[in-house]
């Protein structure tokens, strides 16, 4: 039981360049989030989803975008990178029910340059 | 809309000595509170949550937790720090309506010297 992984840990990117940050959880998890963690600024909520095939935004969701084709993945897309978006990238996934518990994964660096 | 006010940015305490976070929420009823650890280097662990009853709560690793509604404070406690406690500290809300995102605040940086 791996719970929740992130792909890839480490990423540099030149400015204007795209990629996807994958999330992937092996809990059956209906709730999937997206935040990123700058110093001072706590974590932001970028997007989530409450079920496969569904997303909704967050509070900072500009630049992203993101997708839940299947349960158990999570994807976030940079089509055109900044460097306002260099951050720490954190996934958490939540079952629905009484526990309220998010699992957290452990977070992409990436570097926009 | 909620907010999470976390008045200390950075906190230092030595090992063996007690400790309080302070955490303060702007919503207009209880809503669900929640404290996370985050260790350098990773994701964010739950320490302990409130959602209604005994106004004290306990959580892992030694820390509790007591809501003051009077004060719309959700501050965390431990009687004895350790070395190990070194993290960041975030207070969490979300709306008590259930399954909606949590709200952060921005974090306390507990050091821990010797």
């Known amino acids: 039981n791996a719970g929740v992984t992130q792909t890839p840990k480490f990423r540099v990117l030149k400015t204007g360049q795209s990629m996807t940050l994958l999330c992937a959880q092996d809990m059956n998890h209906e709730y999937m989030y997206w935040y990123r963690q700058d110093p001072g600024m706590g974590l932001r909520l970028i997007h989530y989803s409450v079920g496969e095939g569904t997303t909704a935004k967050g509070e900072v969701p500009d630049g992203y975008n993101v997708s839940r084709l299947k349960k158990q993945n999570f994807l976030l897309g940079l089509e055109s990178a900044a460097p306002s978006q260099t951050s720490v990238y954190f996934c958490?996934?939540?079952?629905?029910?009484?526990?309220?518990?998010?699992?957290f994964g452990p977070g992409t660096r990436l570097t926009v340059t | 809309a909620q907010s999470v006010t976390q008045p200390d940015i950075h906190i230092t305490v030595s090992e063996g000595a007690s400790l309080e976070l302070r955490c303060n929420y702007s919503y207009g009823a209880t809503p669900y509170l929640f404290w996370y650890v985050q260790s350098p280097g990773q994701g964010l662990q739950l320490l302990l949550k409130?959602?209604?009853?005994?106004?004290l709560v306990q959580g892992i690793k030694g820390f509790e937790a007591e809501f003051k509604r009077s004060q719309s404070s959700f501050n965390l406690r431990k009687p004895s720090v350790h070395w190990s406690d070194a993290a960041e500290y975030f207070c969490?809300?979300?709306?008590?309506?259930?399954?909606?995102?949590?709200?952060f605040g921005k974090g306390t940086r507990l050091s821990v010297i010797a």
């Open positions: 958490a996934s939540y079952a629905a029910g009484w526990s309220y518990e998010q699992y």
């Open positions: 409130y959602f209604s009853g005994d106004t």
């Open positions: 969490a809300v979300a709306r008590p309506t259930g399954n909606t995102p949590l709200v």
